[in-house]
């Protein structure tokens, strides 16, 4: 059976820097006119709009609004600098992947949305950008926008793969799951004692969890500190058990 791919969280935090000229990513061609909409809407964004209006579209204010403006007048001036994916992100979930230390090929199966690029493979190249899912652009969320496209474009990379998605309430819903139909694989993180959704402390363990399947392991043997997989009638739960 081919080896899965993995739907994970892009991060907020990213580092700088980067190359001029870089590979063709895996979803450029399929999303190419997708993503010159998004450019198109935020060269409009940086020619025309207050700094307020820019801190509420790019979702950040103070130092690291400026660092935002110039990396996204970069992006629609076409001079921006980029690296893969995996070594773009920096947040928590990313550097609990560890995905320095994972293979060519499973990095390639980390799939990633995003609001500026809709959607990349691990290694695919992208730039230093803020751009949330949830951002209003033009008419409408991103999230809402991308949505008829990327459960499409994501269905035709995958060729029959099992997708496990592990990706929060705003990444997916620029996904329409009717496109994978049984193959999508959902994945919520928990705490066993009242059954919430585990927020921002289950970071962590998302990132470990992905490693877990980029190694190709059952996914209901995961355990790590007090987290373990569980299947739920065809989706799976990562339970913390205090």
Known sequence: MPAPLILIPPSEAKREGGRRRAPVGAFNDDLADARAYVLDHLRELVEGASTA???SVLGVRGPLLERAREATVALVEGRARVMPAWQRYSGVVWSHLEPETLS????????????????????DPIADFRLKMSARLGEGSLAAWWRPVLGASLARHARGRVVYDLLP???????????????????????????????????????????????????????????????RGGSLEVLYEA
């Open 104 to 123: 060519a090929s499973a990095r390639r199966r980390l799939i990633v949305p995003s609001g500026l690029y809709g959607l990349n493979a691990g290694d």
């Open 53 to 55: 209006e820019l801190s």
């Open 169 to 231: 309430l705003e990444h997916r819903a620029a996904l329409s799951s009717m496109a994978l139909g049984p193959r999508l694989v959902s994945v919520t993180f928990r705490h066993g004692g009242n059954g919430r959704l585990a927020g921002h402390d289950a970071k962590a363990a998302k990132g470990a969890f992905a490693r877990h399947l980029a190694l190709n392991e059952p996914p209901t043997s995961f355990t790590w500190g007090r987290w373990s997989a569980y299947e």
